[in-house]
């Protein structure tokens, strides 16, 4: 299973960019990085997901280097409201059943927006 | 509703006792995956759903926990007998049927039940 790397911790100033990195260097070649963020009390909210080239919606950009071994999940203007703890995961497939997914979350980066 | 909607959201029970978590996935959805998360800790995958049938049970971590999905909808989760290492979030996320490569469709997650036994 490919398995992610983040640095345990981050600070941000308000209305700056964040960006968070992950390393993925086992990553396999149909896997797609996906990166979620939990906000104390509240469920994990689904941010963005990429597999090659790089993605953008409201929320977030996702930077995702060429060898695909690592990405940048970046936030243009953070808020007070995104701090957040950020996981970046890389889409498992069952060993035995195909197209049986599950995500595998690690401990993440606890994102800290200062004002 | 828009979302994925789990009930109760706060249940304190007795140790011994069993409890029953309910599920309601986004409409449309058929993969349905429940999750713990103990304080402080990171998400704990469970169970998985296809429909209604279970392809993926490797988290449950003892036989006091079962899982069922019934109209390829509603999904309970039952601890039986249950202890205080069992207290944390039970989390549930559902997503939209997949192809046969890898998954291009994100989990949504409800925000939970938090389970507290005494």
């Known amino acids: 299973d490919a398995k992610t790397t983040q640095p345990t911790s981050m600070d941000c100033a308000e209305g700056r960019a964040a960006n968070l990195p992950c390393n993925h260097s086992t990553i396999s070649g149909n896997e797609y990085v996906y990166w979620y963020r939990q906000i104390h009390s509240q469920g994990p909210q689904y941010i963005i997901h990429?597999?090659?080239n790089n993605e953008t919606n409201e929320m977030a950009s996702l930077i995702i280097t060429e060898d695909r071994k690592s990405s940048t999940l970046i936030l243009p203007h953070a808020t007070l409201r995104d701090t957040a703890v950020y996981y970046c995961?890389?889409?498992?497939?069952?060993?035995?059943?195909?197209?049986?997914?599950?995500?595998?979350f690690g401990q993440g980066t606890r994102l800290t927006i200062n004002p | 509703g828009a979302g994925v909607s789990q009930s109760p959201s706060n249940k304190v029970t007795e140790k011994g006792k069993d409890v029953e978590l309910r599920c309601d996935p986004i409409s449309g959805h058929t993969a349905l995956y429940w999750y713990r998360q103990s304080l402080g800790q990171g998400l704990e995958f469970l169970i998985y759903f296809q429909g209604n049938s279970a392809p993926d049970k490797s988290g449950l971590p003892s036989d006091r926990f079962s899982a069922e999905r019934t109209g390829g909808s509603v999904s309970t989760l039952t601890i039986q007998r249950t202890q205080q290492e069992d207290s944390a979030v039970y989390l549930c996320a559902s997503s939209l049927e997949w192809d046969r490569a890898f998954s291009n469709s994100p989990l949504h997650f409800g925000n939970g039940t938090r389970l507290t036994v005494t």
């Open positions: 990429g597999l090659k």
């Open positions: 995961i890389v889409r498992v497939a069952h060993a035995v059943i195909q197209g049986a997914q599950k995500l595998v």
